[in-house]
């Protein structure tokens, strides 16, 4: 089933026949649909809400992140000295960031958003290829995935969100944002730090960098779509403040979102 034809029934149904015996069925149409748009790359998707960025370097890529606080490369020494623990942590997170997009799929504001439901299954998908490769790269240097996995920086972030219609699904999207991309200026600062004997790690890093990014402005586009553009320039500073200083708290070890000494 392709993801035009899904974004149609979803749309004739509703976000509620989800919940109403279908959702083994609709898993199985989105697996379908991810299969098919597996070889695409997000900047290719035909998108009617223009999720797709220019090309760029890497030097570029980094000043267009809006962060309001800049990680020092020691970050990146000091994490990558435990590549076991920093690959369980990643792989983690990249389960929970396709859980997230999988969550926001039917939660499109009003009756319908043309390009939500493919935006959140491009994201889906690229998720979960990044677990699938965080994954055998852990496997590959005698580490396991653990049971339980905790995201205080996460957790804390959501705690911003407001209750409430667009205000919640607003500040659902820069928190999905926000993660995105200070995960993209981690993988950046990952991929150029030098790690003695494991050239493939440093790569994997920089292969995912322009993914981060890419997903970071679809987060953001969309919340443009959905909010008057005052209302979601000053949330989203208002964001932007805040996650600098749930950042400025966390802890120092090998996580992708940890703090620094």
């Not at 997009?101 to 319908?112: I, K, N, Q, V, Y």
């Not at 790269?137 to 580490?143: H, I, S």
Request: glycine content about 6%.
């Amino acid at each position: 089933m392709k993801t035009a034809d899904l974004a149609d029934e979803l749309k004739r149904r509703g976000p509620n026949f989800v919940v109403r015996g279908w959702r083994i069925e609709i898993e199985k149409r989105l697996y379908a649909a991810a299969h098919d748009l597996m070889k695409m790359k997000i900047t290719e998707m035909p998108d009617p809400v223009d999720l797709a960025i220019p090309e760029g370097s890497a030097a570029k890529e980094h000043e267009e992140l809006p962060l309001r606080s800049s990680t020092p490369t020691g970050w990146g020494r000091a994490v990558l000295a435990d590549p076991i623990n920093l690959l369980i942590d990643h792989a983690f997170l990249e389960k929970k960031a396709a859980n997230n997009a999988m969550e926001l799929l039917t939660r499109w504001p009003g009756d319908w958003l043309p390009g939500w439901v493919e935006a959140m299954t491009s994201v889906a998908r690229d998720e979960t290829a990044h677990l699938a490769q965080a994954t055998r790269m852990l496997v590959r240097r005698g580490g396991r995935l653990s049971r339980v996995h905790k995201n205080p920086y996460a957790n804390e972030l959501r705690l911003l969100v407001r209750k409430g219609n667009r205000a919640e699904l607003l500040d659902r999207l820069f928190v999905s944002a926000l993660i995105e991309a200070r995960s993209c200026e981690r993988f950046g600062i990952l991929g150029e730090t030098e790690v003695t004997g494991d050239d493939e790690l440093a790569a994997f890093y920089r292969a995912l960098h322009s993914s981060e990014l890419a997903h970071y402005k679809v987060f953001l586009k969309l919340a443009r779509k959905i909010a008057p553009k005052e209302e979601v320039d000053v949330r989203w500073g208002e964001m932007l403040d805040a996650e600098a200083r749930i950042l400025a708290r966390q802890e120092p070890g090998p996580r992708i979102h940890s703090g620094w000494v």
